[in-house]
């Protein structure tokens, strides 16, 4: 039973567009979330937080929005560009719990 | 400061033979991870410890061991390989609970 679930594999999107990547959990326990990115033969590196007293946290190009009661967070890249092309993770954790749940990772390629 | 290290970087091991990877830290942080990750699957969690001496079960634990001997080190055994455990393998590390940095990985490949 997977409770993080990035159900997109892919994305694709033009340098300057907005790039939207999607992510749904089944957990209700989970409280804390984020967004890593990975270059092929490099380690996962941390992106971006939100915790679920929020619903939106920005830094820079980077915005993340939650919503509890769909059980739904998206990573918003404004503008794109191509070195964010990368493999994005999401991540979640519970109360009390030292550990990360990771989700399936989309690839997106952000071309010119 | 090299952060989060991982040896050996690649290997290649025979069905039975045995090894074991190295992570180390220089950034004092208490807890430490191994994750495997695999294409479609993400990152899951194989055993982690969240504090010298200490080791809990992950995601996927079957088929490896752990220990944490010194506060800095966290190895990751395979006693006897098996081609389902090709994999790349991260370590990770953090103090602030949800916040982890990765090594930059282990490529392992079990013929």
């Known amino acids: 039973d997977q409770q993080v679930k990035q159900n997109s594999p892919s994305l694709s999107v033009q340098e300057g567009r907005i790039s939207i990547l999607n992510c749904d959990y089944t957990?209700?326990?989970?409280?804390?979330f984020l967004w890593y990115k990975k270059y092929p033969a490099e380690g996962p590196t941390f992106l971006i937080s939100?915790?679920?007293?929020?619903d939106k946290n920005e830094d820079g190009r980077f915005t993340v929005f939650l919503n509890k009661s769909a059980k739904h967070l998206s990573l918003h890249i404004v503008p794109s560009q191509p070195g964010d092309s990368a493999v994005y993770f999401c991540?979640?954790?519970?109360?009390?719990?030292?550990?990360?749940?990771f989700g399936t990772g989309t690839r997106l390629q952000v071309f010119p | 400061n090299a952060g989060v290290t991982q040896t050996p970087k690649f290997r290649v091991l025979k069905t039975g033979q045995s090894m074991t990877l190295l992570c180390a830290q220089d950034?004092?942080?208490?807890?430490m991870y191994w994750y495997r990750q695999d294409p479609g699957m993400g990152l899951r969690l194989i055993h982690y410890?969240?504090?010298?001496?200490?080791?809990a079960k992950g995601e996927v634990p079957d088929g490896y061991n752990v220990s944490r001997l010194k506060k800095q080190n966290f190895l990751l055994g395979l006693e006897s390989a098996a081609p389902s455990q090709t994999s790349v393998y991260f370590c990770?590390?953090?103090?602030?609970?949800?916040?982890?940095?990765f090594g930059p990985g282990t490529r392992l490949l079990v013929l």
């Open positions: 950034m004092n942080h208490e807890y």
């Open positions: 410890s969240v504090g010298e001496g200490t080791t």
């Open positions: 990770a590390v953090t103090s602030v609970q949800e916040t982890q940095y």
């Open positions: 957990n209700s326990m989970f409280d804390y």
């Open positions: 939100i915790s679920s007293i929020k």
């Open positions: 991540a979640a954790s519970g109360v009390n719990t030292d550990k990360l749940i």
